[in-house]
């Protein structure tokens, strides 16, 4: 895996497939994380996207803002 790869991804879980190149990616699966885990990650490799998490408006809560928060994460890579 080259280091743009790595980049890429940061926020799923890649595996190398047999065959000439393929790669496949699969998401982490968040469910297991909890709100504190989640939210620490944006300290972390993804504190280039925090600012998003700190624009969602404050009438977003709960449960609503941690699946803003695992979609950020998932599609971080695209803010580089």
Same mark, same amino acid.
Request: glycine content about 6%; hydrophobic content about 40%; aromatic content about 8%.
């Given at each position: +895996? *080259?280091? $743009?790869? =790595?980049?890429? #991804? =940061?926020?799923? &879980? #890649?595996?190398?497939?047999?065959?000439?190149?393929? $790669?496949? %990616?699969?998401?982490?699966? /968040? !469910?297991?994380? !909890?709100? =504190?885990?989640?939210? $620490? +990650?944006?300290?972390?490799? /993804? *504190?280039?996207?925090?600012?998003?998490?700190?624009? @969602?408006?404050?009438?977003?809560?709960?449960?609503? %803002?941690?699946?803003?928060?695992?979609? @950020?994460?998932?599609? =971080? &890579? @695209?803010?580089?």
């Amino acid at each position: +895996m *080259t280091s $743009d790869n =790595a980049l890429q #991804c =940061a926020a799923v &879980d #890649c595996q190398q497939q047999s065959g000439a190149g393929a $790669d496949n %990616r699969s998401l982490v699966d /968040f !469910s297991n994380k !909890s709100d =504190a885990e989640l939210y $620490d +990650m944006f300290q972390g490799n /993804f *504190t280039h996207v925090k600012p998003l998490l700190n624009g @969602i408006p404050a009438d977003v809560v709960g449960a609503e %803002r941690r699946e803003v928060a695992k979609l @950020i994460l998932r599609n =971080a &890579d @695209i803010f580089f």
